[in-house]
């Protein structure tokens, strides 16, 4: 879907959701080739910058709540192509960022971009204060019980943080080379938006490997309490196993085709037996509670 903002120094061409008409005329009425559009195609491709012969390609990754990929916290590619006169964004999922940017933010295509820049940015910043939210709440609900599923909940989570600081810094990357392009950074309000820019990157960056670390202790954490709890439950079925054998054994022994003691009064036998087990079991038992293994 084409949504075209006439601006005072530049035209804005928004396309979201794109269908094969849309890439058909980003090709023939913007002139956009093909390898530019199959890389706008490309969910994974990644940060960059490029100069092509008649406009530049800017691809920067936002995160997006997935709900079509394997890890719902996820990020998308956003293309945003640029000419004398026009900015292009193309995104294969609808970015809802692009609706904050106000007009008064949109003064000159310079500034606007590295408005995106900014915003994305702060929408990561948003995005992991969420994802810590989740964390929290998975555990709180592992130390009441360890469950699959939280664990699960955590493992999507660090994946999100791995996806996170690789897009984070690819487009810290890409903020770097459009510094070095001579004449995008001119003006004062354009290095004011890119300083802040890189500042809310850094602190992206720092809030995933802080987050991050959390999430490895607590993973850590759950994984030693998990491998405490079946070491004493094997210790338990272990003891278990010996006092259920006691009696096994006597009885055995005691039905063997053999003269035994008191064979010829088998109530006494059965009473000094039935005696001997219960005060081995009891034994057993008492060294098993004294010791906390049960």
Known sequence: ?????????????????????????????????????????????????????????????????????????????????????????????????????????????????????????????????????????????????IRKKELMDLLEVENSYTLYMAGIKGNVAVLDKLEKVRGFVKTDEAKELAEDARIELAQATEVVATYGKMLKAIKETFESVINMDSNTNINRLTIWNIILVIPTVIVGYYGMNMYLPFADNPHTATTIFIGIMVLLIGFALFNAVRKRII
């Open 1 to 145: 879907m084409f949504v075209t903002e006439k601006l005072k120094t530049f035209s804005w061409i928004n396309v979201g959701n794109p269908d094969h008409n849309d890439f058909e005329k980003l090709q023939h009425d913007y002139k956009i080739d093909e390898d530019t559009i199959s890389d706008i195609l490309d969910p994974d491709e990644q940060p960059r910058f490029e100069v092509e012969d008649d406009y530049k390609v800017i691809i920067v990754r936002f995160p997006i709540i997935n709900h079509e990929n394997d890890t719902l916290w996820h990020t998308e590619p956003l293309s945003i192509i640029y000419t004398s006169n026009r900015v292009i964004t193309v995104c294969r999922k609808r970015c809802d960022l692009l609706d904050k940017i106000k007009r008064s933010e949109k003064t000159s295509r310079e500034e606007f971009i590295l408005n995106i820049m900014y915003y994305i940015a702060e929408s990561y910043l948003r995005m992991l204060k969420e994802l810590n939210k989740r964390v929290l709440a998975s555990k709180r609900m592992l130390q009441e019980r």
